[in-house]
T-cell receptor, first 115, second 113 residues
Framework: DAGITQSPRHKVTETGTPVTLRCHQT?????MYWYRQDPGHGLRLIHYSYGVKDTDKGEVSDGYSVSRSKTEDFLLTLESATSSQTSVYFC??????????????FGPGTRLTVT | AQSVTQPDIHITVSEGASLELRCNYS??????LFWYVQSPGQGLQLLLKYFSGDTLVQGIKGFEAEFKRSQSSFNLRKPSVHWSDAAEYFCAVRGGGADGLTFGKGTHLIIQP
């Protein structure tokens, strides 16, 4: 298994509070991703990073911010959590060759409940 | 924009029977295609991938998938399912860049004894 950990694994928080989720990798991969998984929606991309301090928005980025100060860590922050952000959050990592070929490997997920 | 459709939300198969899970994609060029499996409460595990070349790709756990450009499909197959194959299966597509994957909504596979 790819060396990806996510913390915390479970969190319950109140509406309006800030929340930060951490993804840590030991593979030294350049690319890192945050997805959310909701019933009936599959997984949707929130943000991704293509290097230290280099990030970009995904399909469902509103209400989320990210930071990557080191290769191994990619943080997802909910500045003011809302009930609609109750979800399971997955981190993924990848490397690509010159043809753009490569696969993404996923972490174990963080279950976030906003009450 | 790319998209993935998995027409079957649930599929029930008897143990030992063959399986085919459908996946249709929409993408302007040759896509990179993936199948992932997710057991309850777990993360996603990569079953197989297609980048180019042979349109029939083999994966782990006895799964295979066939890329059919004319039908924009990448269906997953297994000749004989086992009770341990019960899980959620996701098809995903990516273009040539480093963008994230676009996933289908998943197919929930139930195995009957």
């Amino acid at each position: 298994d790819a060396g990806i950990t996510q913390s915390p694994r479970h969190k319950v928080t109140e509406t309006g509070t800030p929340v930060t989720l951490r993804c840590h990798q030991t593979e030294n991969h350049r690319y890192m991703y945050w997805y959310r998984q909701d019933p009936g929606h599959g997984l949707r991309l929130i943000h991704y990073s293509y290097g230290v301090k280099d990030t970009d928005k995904g399909e469902v980025s509103d209400g989320y911010s990210v930071s990557r100060s080191k290769t191994e860590d990619f943080l997802l922050t909910l500045e003011s959590a809302t009930s609609s952000q109750t979800s399971v959050y997955f981190c993924a990592i990848s490397e690509y060759n010159r043809q753009g070929r490569g696969e993404q490997y996923f972490g174990p997920g963080t279950r976030l409940t906003v009450t | 924009a790319q998209s993935v459709t998995q027409p079957d939300i649930h599929i029930t198969v008897s143990e030992g029977a063959s399986l085919e899970l459908r996946c249709n994609y929409s993408y302007g060029a040759t896509p990179y295609l993936f199948w992932y499996v997710q057991s309850p409460g777990q993360g996603l595990q990569l079953l197989l991938k297609y980048f180019s070349g042979d349109t029939l790709v083999q994966g782990i756990k006895g799964f295979e998938a066939e890329f059919k450009r004319s039908q924009s499909s990448f269906n997953l197959r297994k000749p004989s399912v086992h009770w341990s194959d019960a899980a959620e299966y996701f098809c995903a597509v990516r273009g040539g860049g480093a963008d994230g994957l676009t996933f289908g909504k998943g197919t929930h596979l139930i195995i009957q004894p």
